[in-house]
């Protein structure tokens, strides 16, 4: 009797393992299609196709299938996609609304998943982790809502600002991003735009940096933590002392900045 009951349990028990890898296995096509298609989009947007069949994909997934984006891996690669062909897309259509930069980035225009979202919202409130966009930084929204607390980032990763293009002349050129590879790729982006962008004068001692980082100093960890990466990547010498310096932004409109693979 108790072998049959010892039988029976382990039946159960493998059953329950077995339940669970299928549900694993599941969720995770259903969050790799909603990436792929997040992909698909930018790559329609590069090569000037129709967008509207992957709008309406994204736009009637279900809330599930956002839910399953559980990583930041997940998130960070989604949702850089989506912003980088958003902003591509809606300035295609519309060159003009860049006149009115505030009014642009606020516009709700872009649905995913029966949400409507604007591109303020996923680079503040889902890959900043609701940070408040004039804020350095340094401070938080007070009462995030609850879509953005089910979906952003678990932690602020300063590479995204080397990896975000609005569109503008001194954006850093757009990359598709994915999960699997999106550390090496996010490190790749930092390296190639900052090696480029950051200009340091011997003389002084003063290294310029994209208007971006003192933008979104916090994000860095501050002045130090900027010159610990500057020194990490060969761009100041490691043995002085070294002023920072941040440029102008250029707001020149600047499409189809897309990076050569």
């Given at each position: 009797?108790?072998?049959?009951?010892?039988?029976?349990?382990?039946?159960?028990?493998?059953?329950?393992?077995i339940?669970?890898?299928?549900?694993?296995?599941?969720?995770?096509?259903?969050?790799?299609?909603?990436?792929?298609?997040?992909?698909?989009?930018?790559?329609?947007?590069?090569?000037?196709?129709?967008t509207d069949?992957?709008?309406?994909v994204?736009?009637?997934?279900?809330?599930?299938?956002?839910?399953?984006?559980?990583s930041?891996?997940?998130?960070?690669?989604?949702?850089?996609?989506?912003?980088?062909?958003?902003?591509?897309?809606?300035?295609?259509?519309?060159?003009?609304?860049?006149?009115?930069?505030?009014?642009?980035?606020?516009?709700?225009?872009?649905?995913?998943?029966?949400h409507?979202?604007?591109?303020?919202?996923?680079e503040?409130?889902?890959?900043r982790?609701?940070?408040?966009?004039?804020?350095?930084?340094?401070?938080?929204?007070l009462?995030?809502?609850?879509?953005e607390?089910?979906?952003?980032?678990?932690?602020v990763?300063?590479r995204?600002?080397?990896?975000?293009?609005?569109?503008?002349?001194?954006?850093?050129?757009?990359?598709?991003?994915d999960?699997?590879?999106?550390?090496?790729?996010?490190?790749?982006?930092?390296?190639?735009?900052?090696s480029?962008?950051?200009?340091?004068?011997?003389?002084?001692?003063?290294?310029?940096?994209?208007?971006?980082?003192?933008?979104?100093?916090?994000?860095?960890?501050?002045?130090?933590?900027m010159?610990?990466?500057?020194?990490?990547?060969?761009?100041?010498?490691?043995?002085?002392?070294?002023?920072?310096?941040?440029?102008?932004?250029?707001?020149?409109?600047?499409?189809?900045n897309?990076?050569?693979e």
């Amino acid at each position: 009797m108790k072998k049959r009951a010892f039988i029976f349990l382990s039946i159960l028990l493998l059953m329950a393992v077995i339940h669970k890898s299928f549900a694993v296995v599941k969720n995770d096509s259903l969050s790799s299609a909603l990436i792929k298609t997040a992909q698909q989009l930018l790559l329609a947007a590069k090569t000037n196709e129709a967008t509207d069949s992957f709008e309406n994909v994204l736009r009637h997934s279900s809330k599930t299938e956002l839910q399953n984006l559980v990583s930041d891996k997940d998130k960070k690669a989604f949702w850089l996609n989506i912003y980088n062909a958003y902003t591509q897309i809606l300035l295609q259509k519309n060159p003009g609304a860049y006149k009115k930069r505030s009014t642009f980035f606020n516009n709700k225009a872009i649905n995913i998943c029966g949400h409507q979202l604007s591109l303020d919202d996923i680079e503040h409130d889902l890959l900043r982790r609701s940070k408040v966009k004039w804020g350095f930084g340094y401070i938080n929204k007070l009462f995030p809502g609850k879509f953005e607390k089910q979906h952003r980032v678990a932690a602020v990763d300063y590479r995204i600002h080397f990896a975000l293009n609005c569109g503008a002349k001194s954006c850093p050129p757009i990359a598709f991003y994915d999960p699997v590879n999106i550390e090496q790729q996010l490190d790749l982006a930092t390296r190639s735009y900052l090696s480029t962008e950051a200009e340091y004068n011997d003389k002084t001692q003063t290294v310029y940096l994209p208007a971006t980082m003192g933008w979104f100093r916090g994000d860095f960890g501050g002045k130090n933590n900027m010159l610990t990466l500057l020194k990490k990547l060969n761009i100041v010498p490691s043995n002085q002392n070294v002023a920072i310096r941040f440029k102008k932004y250029n707001w020149n409109l600047f499409l189809d900045n897309y990076k050569n693979e």
